[in-house]
């Protein structure tokens, strides 16, 4: 079926370590993955996105990974910061069902100074 | 611009009640798409659209209404409230599946409804 799930709902790092947030999907259609982090009381915010062409892509201190033979991705955030304490999900666009974005569950990342 | 704008901000309702929730774009995005979050959990689709006139239902469609007269606007009904629609309700939007266009969704602030 369609589902988009995460391995660990929380995730407790210390400030300046890397963190890493893993979700495993199940369609083999998906084309289109995204990354959002979710603060408390706020909306989904776009971190990242990726496409099923590829296997990694960075930003400015976030990096995705794609691998699709297993259907995982995941996000690394390097010296992460208080800042970065928030829910994150991956998503994951079904072009073959109109376009719809699907959420997975969800992890928290608490960050300790 | 003011992105994707949600209201009201807070909501309660009785039993039965029936109410619309509110959400623009000003972003002239095609797609845009109702959510609802529950404690604890992630975002589950109600409703989406991928343009004006064209609305299909996502993962949990029971109990709400969609329409979409114009590409700005999207608004979700709630035909008779139950305490089981007690949520945050999120809408988003995005320019939709084209070769060079983000695809990533862009959220409102969301309403948080509470049914008594």
């Known amino acids: 079926g369609e589902s988009v799930g995460l391995h660990l709902p929380t995730l407790s790092v210390q400030e300046g370590d890397n963190s890493i947030i893993n979700c495993a999907y199940s369609?083999?259609?998906?084309?289109?993955f995204i990354w959002y982090k979710q603060e408390s009381g706020k909306g989904p915010q776009f971190i990242i996105d990726i496409r099923s062409n590829m296997d990694k892509r960075q930003g400015q201190r976030v990096t995705v990974l794609l691998n699709k033979t297993v259907k995982h991705l995941s996000l690394q955030i390097a010296a992460t910061q208080p800042g970065d304490s928030a829910v994150y999900f991956c998503a994951e666009i079904l072009y073959n069902q109109g376009g719809k974005l699907i959420f997975g569950q969800g992890t928290e990342l608490s960050v300790k100074p | 611009n003011a992105g994707v704008t949600q209201t009201p901000k807070f909501q309660v309702l009785k039993t039965g009640q029936s109410m619309t929730l509110q959400c623009a774009q000003d972003?002239?995005?095609?797609?845009m798409s109702w959510y609802r979050q529950d404690p604890g959990m992630g975002l589950r689709l109600i409703h989406y659209?991928?343009?004006?006139?064209?609305?299909d239902q996502g993962e949990v469609p029971n109990g709400y209404n969609v329409s979409r007269s114009t590409t700005e606007d999207f608004p979700l009904r709630l035909l008779s409230a139950a305490p089981s629609q007690t949520s945050v309700y999120f809408c988003a939007s995005s320019y939709g599946a084209g070769v060079n266009y983000n695809y990533g969704y862009t959220f409102g602030s969301g309403t948080r409804l509470t049914v008594v």
């Open positions: 972003m002239n995005h095609e797609y």
């Open positions: 659209s991928v343009g004006a006139g064209i609305t």
């Open positions: 369609n083999s259609a998906s084309d289109y």
